[in-house]
């Protein structure tokens, strides 16, 4: 299975956070990621996702099939 496959959602960070960019994978609960650019976030969360679903594997817990996303606004 591709960690392309799973859609991420890349959001803004405010400042006092640090600022930059959080993206998050809604079909792997708490694997998220991220990075100074919405790019880099993307990039960075890819490994999170291959990081998620080998635990899972390792784990024997199953693994959500991407989902569908028609449009995001």
Do not use: H, K
Request: with cysteine; proline share 12%.
């Amino acid at each position: 299975m591709s960690q392309l496959n799973y859609p991420v959602i890349v959001s803004p960070l405010p400042e006092e956070d640090g600022g930059g960019f959080v993206a998050t994978v809604p079909d792997l609960p708490g694997c998220i990621s991220d990075g100074d650019t919405p790019q880099e976030a993307l990039t960075n969360v890819q490994d999170a996702i291959e990081a998620w679903l080998e635990a899972a594997r390792d784990l024997g817990r199953p693994i959500p099939a991407p989902s569908q996303v028609a449009a995001i606004a």
